[in-house]
């Protein structure tokens, strides 16, 4: 059923919501690794994650508390995305590391809640 735009299930679950959720996002994070990919500006390519990818994400983990874990790590592996692009083009770090990049992109994970934009 939808009902003002979001998808519940007939148990009340979100689980299609998500997933129509982290397919748009997924696209998007695709066009954003292409559009970036002639410039060496990780600035360009975090703001448009920031406006284009990060806010939707934050939305249904912030807008629906009854997102599950698998859902959770489905929407958190988009950013995983985002953080082996940044490893791959910008970062010296030899090994790859999650949490150390996030902390290099001053990034959290998507569990924490929203973070201000410092882009």
């Given amino acids: 059923m939808r009902d003002l735009g979001v998808l519940i299930d007939a148990k009340f679950n979100f689980h299609q919501q998500v997933d129509n959720i982290f397919f748009h996002v997924y696209r998007m994070l695709g066009l954003i690794r292409i559009v970036t990919f002639p410039f060496s500006s990780l600035h360009n390519l975090l703001t448009l994650y920031y406006n284009l990818v990060r806010r939707k994400l934050e939305y249904v983990r912030v807008a629906w508390n009854s997102v599950t874990s698998t859902d959770a790590g489905k929407l958190e592996r988009i950013q995983r995305k ?9 970062s010296s770090y030899l090994d790859y590391s999650y949490g150390d990049i996030l902390n290099y992109l001053q990034l959290h994970t998507l569990s924490v809640g929203p973070v201000a934009q410092s882009v």
């Fill in 82 to 90: 985002l953080v082996l692009l940044c490893h791959l083009s910008f």
